[in-house]
């Protein structure tokens, strides 16, 4: 893909697995489903991540979830409302 951008996985032990993700997508979310690294539920506020990385978190049984990072800081979007800019480093953290 034309647009380049640095995914990390934060587990719940406080691993980091980086990606280096290019795609042709303009939305964070569909170029992380698209590549398998997202999966989650379509709810009332938009894609429920759950799984990350092949790691699955519920909050409801396990009381953690997967939180959404754009440069470091707190999302104030959804993974697939949130527009790729290019060098930016996605995140999710298990919290």
Partial sequence: GETEFTFTIVDTEGNET????HTDKTIVGDALLELDL???D???YGLYVKTVGGIT???DTDGKY???????????????TTDINAG?????KAE
């Fill in 18 to 21: 980086g990606y280096e993700i």
């Fill in 38 to 40: 997202i999966s989650g």
């Fill in 42 to 44: 379509e709810g009332e």
């Fill in 57 to 59: 978190l519920d909050f």
């Fill in 66 to 80: 997967w939180a959404f990072y754009v440069d470091g800081a707190y999302a104030s979007s959804g993974v697939d």
């Fill in 88 to 92: 930016s480093t996605y995140t999710f």
